[in-house]
């Protein structure tokens, strides 16, 4: 079956500009999660969307970042007037469930360029 | 709050050799589940394994089987017979029934298989 959608693949934007970034989850799945990884360095938990509930905002950077999940299934991060540290590549996972053995699927992610 | 140390930033292992990588965790939750993720250098996140808090039996997957000592606080990642292939970037994550359920990882281990 498909699996995690993320568009676009690569992104290069200039310093101060908004960007964009789309994950469509695995169809059925009611958690979806963003991250972030840096150049070499681990993953970054960004947010957390789980159904209907209030999503996890805690590891939004800045309030230049927010993110929406529309009918609970495909999610947009948008990073608002982009720096050259939110440069990274950002990662989008789903899950079945929300309980603690539901492993994370993850999208080939979104690489982010601010130049 | 949950967390996860990798102590090995990088391993270089000869084929055909096993690979034991190392995973600590802490966590005041007593219900929890424990992963293992490989990043090739291409950039997917590959689910691998995965270890409930309360399984009396250690996981196994293949060539992959997770070394888990609950008192220890340790869920070390055993690879058999190591081949080129697996040559890639180890994520060891965990994830608490309670709290915030996002997965929370360490800070990987690069894997050298060398021929």
């Known amino acids: 079956g498909a699996g995690v959608s993320q568009s676009p693949s690569n992104k290069v934007t200039e310093k101060g500009k908004d960007v964009e970034l789309r994950c469509d989850p695995i169809?059925?799945?009611?958690?979806l999660y963003w991250y972030r990884q840096s150049l070499g360095q681990g993953l970054e938990f960004l947010i957390y969307?789980?159904?209907?509930?209030?999503?996890?905002k805690s590891g939004l950077p800045s309030d230049r970042f927010s993110a929406e999940r529309t009918g609970g299934s495909v999610s947009t991060l948008t990073i608002q007037r982009t720096q050259q540290e939110d440069s990274a590549v950002y990662l989008c996972?789903?899950?079945f469930g929300r309980g603690e053995n539901s492993p994370l699927h993850f999208g080939n992610g979104t690489r982010l360029t601010v130049t | 709050a949950q967390k996860i140390t990798q102590t090995q930033p990088g391993m270089f292992v000869q084929e055909k050799e096993a690979v034991t990588l190392d995973c600590t965790y802490d966590?005041?939750?007593?219900?929890?589940?424990l992963f293992w993720y490989k990043q090739p250098s291409s950039g997917e996140m590959i689910f691998l394994i995965y270890?409930?808090?309360?399984?009396?039996q250690n996981a196994t997957e293949g060539r992959y089987s997770l070394n888990f000592q609950k008192a220890r606080k340790s869920a070390n990642l055993v690879i058999s017979a190591s081949q080129l292939g697996d040559s890639a970037m180890y994520f060891c994550?965990?994830?608490?029934?309670?709290?915030?359920?996002?997965?929370?990882f360490g800070q990987g281990t690069r894997l050298t298989i060398n021929p």
């Open positions: 966590t005041s939750d007593p219900s929890y589940g």
């Open positions: 270890q409930g808090s309360y399984d009396q």
């Open positions: 994550a965990m994830r608490e029934r309670q709290g915030a359920q996002k997965l929370v």
């Open positions: 996972a789903s899950s």
């Open positions: 969307f789980q159904g209907n509930s209030a999503p996890d």
């Open positions: 169809s059925g799945h009611t958690a």
